[in-house]
Nanobody
């Protein structure tokens, strides 16, 4: 069964950091571009970052410098390091996989995880 599982979310104070993980089962992530997306209550899903099969990253412009995406194909896992978190980063974060697209547009992706909640609050 093909599955992506996010983990690492939680409650953090403004200015804090979290590292999200996206672990795959039933597929080898090394063959996929992996994206991170987020959706806050009442808002549309937005692209956060993606990383190509060869490890080239891309970020939403507003997040570049605070978020870092990386992959460890040996562990079949992709990570999203989030620093200097702000209350507006509060959302459910999803990872997704595609073999046919590149970028942080959700329609490129056809395998999705269930999401992990990130709450930034004092």
């Amino acid at each position: 069964q093909v599955q992506l599982a996010e983990s690492g979310g939680g409650l953090v104070q403004p200015g804090g950091s979290l590292r999200l993980s996206c672990a795959a089962s039933g597929l080898a992530l090394g063959y996929y571009t992996i994206g991170w997306f987020r959706q806050a209550p009442g808002k549309e899903r937005e692209g956060v970052s993606c990383i190509s099969k060869s490890g080239v990253p891309s970020y939403a412009g507003s997040l570049k410098g605070r978020f870092t995406i990386s992959r460890d194909n040996a562990k079949n896992t992709v990570y999203l390091q989030m620093n200097s978190l702000k209350p507006e980063d509060t959302a459910t974060y999803y990872c997704a996989a595609t073999t046919t697209g590149w970028g942080i547009m959700a329609h490129y992706y056809d395998i999705w995880g269930q999401g992990t909640q990130v709450t930034v609050s004092s």
